[in-house]
């Protein structure tokens, strides 16, 4: 097979500083296969329990040190000002922004009603509004060359998971936001999809005791290098996929959807006839895939949005 390359293209690297990371491994491997990488990481953490401080530079030097391209950029994607910074950052050094990868994120474990109101406002800014200010900052120039490709990073916690209440929605809002994007994005050779990463980072580091199994077992069975990979697939010209959600994890890869049973139906349609045939709602067959929306939005009969209406 021929070796997948990215060669003049350009690759926006999200939380990429840590080390473990995932984005760090992402950006050294985009740039190994010849990519111009932006390197972006504030340099702190938003959360506690972060050991080390993360430093865009220093994936910067590395990636240069083995012969590839990378600029560092330290500001924050979770605002609209900071993700716009980014881009620009992006297009000044290097003219145009091909690839977006969407990984820096925060997880703060806490029961539900001990967790801080500034704490779940965090996950909901960093993890979902800074993914969509970010696809929002690089959107025009995407749309503009005909080509982009985005990677946003939701996580398997989407579903639900004890003590991960926030990060969990924000991860879930992630999950829909890019199915809406992938079907806008289509037509203009733009591909959005999303990546469930499992992988022993700074994150779990900072979430779980070392003498823990789940330490130890990430320590030794999950580096980021294995996930990064799927993340370059996705990130590639050639990758068909668009809306998705792909497990990558320990060299596991899987692809995650939703799906509806076949239920019933009745009309008229009573509380009992719904308690009765209840078993038919949660287990009926077949399971059906829920797919992307149709890619074109004249389809849909959306009135088109005028901003002079809501002036």
Known sequence: ?????????????????????????????????GANVVVNDIGRTAAPGYTGTASA?????????????????????????????LIQTAIEAY??????????????????????????????????????????????????????????????????????????ASKGGVFSFTRSLASEGDSF??????LNPGAFTRMVAAQQDESSPMYQMAQVNLPPELVAPVAAFLSHESCPANGDTINGVGGLVNRVYLAETGGFTANP???ETVAERWGQVIDGTPDVAVPVAAHDPRQWNIKEYVATERA
């Open 1 to 33: 097979m021929t070796k997948l390359r990215f060669d003049g293209r350009t690759a926006v690297v999200t939380g990429a500083g840590g080390n473990p990371s995932l984005g760090r491994s992402y950006a050294l491997l985009l740039a190994e296969r």
């Open 269 to 271: 349609l009573s509380i």
């Open 57 to 85: 530079q220093e994936v910067v030097d590395e990636i240069r040190r083995s012969g590839g391209n990378a600029v560092a950029d330290e500001n924050s994607i979770a605002t609209e000002a900071g993700a716009s910074a």
């Open 189 to 194: 050779g733009i591909r959005v999809n999303n």
């Open 95 to 168: 003219g145009r922004v091909d690839v977006l990868v969407n990984n820096a994120g925060i997880s703060i474990a806490a029961a539900f009603d001990e967790m801080t109101s500034r704490d779940i406002q965090q996950h909901i800014d960093i993890n979902l509004m800074g993914t969509i200010w970010t696809c929002r900052a690089a959107w025009p120039y995407m749309k503009a060359n005909g080509y982009g490709r985005i990677v946003n990073t939701s996580s398997g916690a989407f579903t639900g998971a004890p003590l991960l209440v926030a990060y969990s």
